[in-house]
């Protein structure tokens, strides 16, 4: 009974994963496929023909490297500074008693349920006033208050014993050596699941910077697409596979932090605090 239990739930994964996967599978072989195949009904697989023309159209036709530099820049710093701020407020917050520490706590669990679109329109006018808007500082400022860091950093930092700080005091370690020197380096699963999340969300950002960005040359690789590769109008006619291509390969680098972190991120989910 168990082993058809086990079955079931494994037959179960993978018709799931296929669900999820089939969209994914179906843009990248579109994306090497000319226009036509990409139209024709009904569809094929396998193309008559593959081609990388898809591509090299990106890259001619739209200043595409330029976005992704602006993303990469916005979504690396903004993820540099998430970290330091977040970890700092979040061992604060767990590993020392202060007044007020349950309502400031408090009030961060309650901004999760506030979305952004709450206050886009305060966000906007205060940006403005101080001259935010068309910068780099525009977009990656509003990102860096994240609460969601800081409640995950917060629970795991509450899981790490407290005889290592102790032992730590008893050594000479000053407050901010303990942070520095052990605490950090045991939250690597936390860090790790961390960068993951504001990386991804900062780079797939969208409503925020196609608000606060007007000029082309500073515009996020998700506004150029969508604003320009998205676009259709009476003079030219939908391309399907260079937007695919584009988006193809926009995946790349949210793709590639993933792989290089990913031993510490399953390790974040699958446990808090540490294996003895």
């Known amino acids: ?31 090497v496929k000319p ?4 139209t024709s009904y009904p569809p094929k697989w396998i193309p008559d023909i593959a081609t990388l023309s898809n591509y090299t159209q990106v890259l001619e036709r739209y200043p595409y ?55 886009m329109i305060p966000l906007y006018l205060l940006c403005s006033k101080i001259g935010l808007l068309n910068t780099y500082a525009g977009i990656i400022l509003p990102s860096v208050a994240n609460v969601t860091s800081i409640f995950i950093l917060t629970s795991f930092f509450k899981g790490l014993p407290g005889e290592l700080e102790e032992a730590a005091r008893i050594d000479g370690c000053g407050e901010f050596r303990i942070f520095a020197q ?18 991804i969300a900062n780079w797939n950002s969208f409503l925020w910077p196609m608000i606060c960005i007007r000029q082309d040359e500073l515009k996020t690789l998700p506004v150029g697409i969508a604003q320009f590769m998205g676009s259709v109008n009476s003079n030219a006619q939908f391309q399907y596979g260079t937007s695919l291509a584009g988006c193809c390969m926009a995946v790349i680098p949210t793709l590639i932090v993933f792989l290089i972190l990913q031993k510490h991120f399953v390790e974040g989910i699958a446990s808090s605090g540490i294996k003895g």
Do not use: H
Not at 35 to 38: L, S
């Open 182 to 199: 052990i605490m950090l380096p045991l939250s690597k699963p936390a860090l790790s699941t961390v960068t993951i999340l504001t990386f």
């Open 65 to 119: 490297l330029s976005w992704m530099k602006n993303s990469l820049i916005t979504a690396v710093t903004g993820t540099v500074l998430i970290l330091i701020l977040s970890s700092l407020a979040a061992y604060a917050l767990a590993r020392y008693r202060f007044r007020g520490r349950k309502i400031i706590y408090g009030t961060i669990v309650a901004m999760l349920l506030i979305p952004i679109q709450a206050y």
């Open 1 to 31: 009974m168990k082993k058809l239990r086990g079955s079931v739930k494994y037959i179960v994964t993978i018709l799931i994963c296929i669900v999820f996967l089939f969209p994914i599978a179906w843009a990248l072989v579109c994306s």
């Open 35 to 38: 226009e036509t195949d990409i």
